[in-house]
């Protein structure tokens, strides 16, 4: 049974750090691709940053390009998104995806809210 679990969510000032973490099971995760997106009220979902497999190369939205940092850790099957210096824009729910050719498997979800 595949499952990808979000933590890390939370409140936190415009400015402020979090850390998400998904855990993934079920599946070879070391070749799978991972992302994390996101979805505002109102908004489509969108890509936040990816990280390739093995290579570890990464790609980001432009929106986040130097404030966020996407990593993975094989071993444990988790991959990680730091945010820092969030805004207000930054506001959503973010969503782990787990990707390799036609398999494409979502978790549920974690709410981040940057507010004063």
């Known amino acids: 049974q595949v499952q990808l679990v979000e933590s890390g969510g939370g409140l936190v000032q415009p400015g402020g750090s979090l850390r998400l973490s998904c855990v993934a099971s079920?599946?070879?995760?070391?070749?799978?691709?991972m992302s994390w997106y996101r979805q505002a009220p109102g908004k489509e979902r969108e890509l936040v940053a990816m990280i390739i497999n093995t290579a570890g190369s990464t790609n980001y939205a432009d929106s986040v390009k130097g404030r966020f940092t996407i990593s993975r850790d094989n071993a444990k099957n988790t991959v990680y998104l730091q945010m820092n210096s969030l805004k207000s824009e930054d506001t959503a729910v973010y969503y782990c995806n787990a990707a390799w050719f036609f398999n494409k498997y979502w978790g549920q979800g974690t709410q981040v809210t940057a507010s004063s």
């Open positions: 079920g599946f070879t995760f070391s070749t799978y691709i």
